[in-house]
């Protein structure tokens, strides 16, 4: 498959790259009539971006919040994915919590999963992805230094997974993850990459340049494509 055409915007620090990336995201918002199915990403690269989502005057009340991915631990856990978007975002903003959508964890990852891909498909109204008609209108997506986006994780039986919108990744990291699969990733009208620092610089050249040795590089979006980095991110 063709690599898709992305663009890509370089600031000089992390904090210019996430001020520009919010009023980017801010503006999409804004301009959407209906509801707005936005996808976070977790880690530690977006908590500065959420916490300036959070000082913008974005009107919430219409926008849905789905996860990329998931640490299979619980929500107040301080490595869930779930509780730092609630921290550094979500509970600042004045947004209904049936709005918000977190991958559950409890069970197990396999029946968590499995839960969350009939969220999905409820929403989407669908038990089918169509080209033309994404899932989401705005999926947020980091990368790591070993090239993986969400929980995509390099070597990983995941990284074969097309009919499953949803998945358990039992091994690759210390605790089992839950992370939504290519074609699931995949169904949105934007798609936004965020990466900051000079670790990021190879994986995201990789990534771009469509290399399918890293699970990042393998993602082909069906909507637009956009890089936000920081100078040291966007070495090469």
């Not at 869930?80 to 975002?89: I, P």
């Not at 969350?116 to 899932?135: F, N």
Request: aromatic residues 8%; contains cysteine; neutral net charge.
């Amino acid at each position: 498959m063709r690599v898709p055409d992305s663009t890509v915007f370089v600031a000089e620090t992390a904090v210019l790259v996430c001020e520009k990336l919010a009023q980017f995201i801010a503006r999409q918002i804004a301009e959407r009539d209906g509801p707005f199915r936005l996808a976070l990403s977790g880690g530690k690269t977006p908590q500065l971006l959420y916490q300036t989502l959070a000082g913008l005057p974005i009107t919430w009340t219409h926008v849905e919040f789905f996860w990329g991915d998931e640490r299979f631990v619980p929500h107040d856990d301080p490595d869930s994915n779930y509780r730092m978007a609630d921290e550094n975002l979500l509970s600042r903003i004045s947004v209904p919590s049936t709005q918000i959508h977190p991958i559950p964890t409890g069970a197990s990852p396999e029946v968590a999963a499995a839960q969350y891909e009939g969220l999905l498909k409820q929403h989407y109204g669908g038990d089918v992805l169509k080209p033309g008609r994404p899932l989401f209108d705005l999926n947020l997506l980091g990368i790591g230094q070993d090239g993986h986006t969400a929980s995509l994780l390099p070597d990983q039986p995941v990284l074969k997974e097309r009919k499953k919108w949803v998945a358990a990744v039992p091994h690759g990291r210390n605790e089992p993850r839950i992370t939504l699969t290519y074609p699931t990733l995949q169904s949105s009208a934007v798609t936004v990459f965020l990466a900051v620092g000079r670790d990021k610089a190879n994986a995201v050249h990789q990534a771009r340049a469509g290399n399918e040795a890293i699970p990042a590089g393998r993602l082909r979006p069906e909507g637009s494509v956009l890089w936000f980095l920081d100078d040291a991110a966007a070495r090469g």
